[in-house]
């Protein structure tokens, strides 16, 4: 516990309550929820294993300073009195993020650039030589958030932003993120204990972030490299005792995760990301029109897709999102069915009542999960297969 520390995972809207029951779940403490945040405490190990584990994080910061600024000339003095030797040295590059929310502050590039002044200067005054900017590849990312007039200042643990798994490399028309895909599918309660399918699945990342959590497997395993790993004290033995932990408590996965695309670009596009990630065992792709499908199975299913909103594609909405509300009910039985969408008009035409709505965010769009749960009925549908 004495070497614990504070840290920050920032993570998108609606999923804060998701992230601080990841972050519980794998030993984090003193967790709390913000707005697109939520603030934990450990130690360097930890730290290693929330980038590696958590679905729902966009990046790990941890904050090494937080004072109040009245202005530039403010800022400019405080991150010069900075001990800036304990992170940085001439050798070594580094980049500044800023993000503003501030009267006084309102351009993020100018605080950059104050802060860059700063610690370059210092270094020059100190040791008469300047660490190098470098803001595509830096060996050290410093984060700079100002809300009003406080300045917190952050050692970016992660470097590329989490959703940057590492398995995809093909993509399809706007691919859904893989942060947001891993929290909608944990928004939606997939615990891995059913049989899956996205009947739209376009290049599959629900379909690996699906086979990812039902194997619990870590969300990161494939991921190049973490900023932390180019940090001077960066443990590369304490690492690898991490990951082989965390590998230790994958588990088998009994069921079908199955996904349907009418475009057979999306489904070689789907089954390469899934082999890119090592799935290919538990996942299976095809070609197939979701409208002309029937329930694979008599047990239940756990459906999660994303469908068009009219951003995407050019469809006849009210066709379109009628035709899922006519397929699940009549091919779905005994199925619970999660969707989202920006389109909330849309969502009038599907002519199902949804049992759940959820607002998050697509991006910069406003979104709806939405779930639908198809029941049992007097008219059961034909099956394709029997398990």
Not at 79 to 87: H, L
Not at 213 to 229: D, L, M, V, Y
Request: include cysteine.
């Amino acid at each position: 516990m004495g070497n614990n520390f504070k840290m920050v995972a920032k993570t998108m809207f609606g999923f804060e309550e998701i992230l601080a029951k990841e972050l519980r779940n794998l030993g984090a403490v003193n967790v709390v929820e913000g707005v697109r945040m939520v603030s934990f405490e450990g130690d360097t190990g930890f730290m290693y294993k929330a980038n590696l584990c958590l679905r729902t994080a966009i990046k790990i910061l941890k904050p090494i300073d937080s004072f109040y600024v009245k202005d530039e000339t403010d800022l400019y003095k405080k991150i010069f009195a900075m001990d800036w030797s304990k992170y940085l040295n001439p050798e070594i590059t580094f980049a500044i993020d800023a993000t503003v929310n501030s009267e006084n502050f309102t351009h993020s590039l100018y605080v950059s650039q104050k802060t860059k002044d700063a610690i370059v200067d210092k270094f020059r005054n100190t040791v008469g030589k300047r660490p190098d900017v470098d803001v595509k590849f830096p060996d050290l990312r410093i984060n700079i958030h100002i809300q009003m007039n406080r300045c917190n200042v952050s050692l970016d643990t992660s470097g590329r932003s989490l959703h940057q798994r590492g398995y995809r490399t093909a993509t399809n028309i706007a691919p859904i993120n893989e942060v947001l895909a891993a929290g909608l599918l944990l928004l939606s309660g997939w615990d891995g204990q059913s049989h899956f399918l996205d009947p739209m699945c376009g290049s599959g990342t629900f379909l690996t972030e699906a086979a990812m959590i039902a194997c619990n497997i870590p969300a990161n395993i494939n991921r190049k490299e973490f900023a932390f790993e180019k940090w001077h004290d960066f443990d590369s033995e304490l690492y690898e005792k991490i990951v082989e932990s965390c590998l230790n408590k994958t588990r088998e996965f009994h069921y079908k995760i199955i996904g349907y695309d009418k475009a057979p670009s999306a489904v070689q596009k789907a089954k390469d990301n899934a082999a890119n990630a090592n799935l290919s065992e538990y996942i299976t792709v095809e070609r197939k029109n979701f409208f002309e499908s029937e329930k694979f199975t008599e047990n239940h299913l756990h459906i999660v897709f994303n469908p068009p909103y009219g951003e995407r594609l050019n469809i006849e909405m009210e066709e379109f999102y009628g035709n899922i509300g006519d397929t699940l009910k009549q091919n779905y039985p005994g199925t619970d069915a999660w969707f989202i969408t920006s389109n909330l008009e849309a969502l009038k035409f599907v002519g199902l009542r949804p049992s759940r709505k959820i607002k998050v965010f697509n991006s910069h769009l406003e979104s709806r999960l939405v779930k639908y749960i198809m029941y049992e009925g007097s008219k059961k549908a034909k099956y394709n297969k029997q398990l």
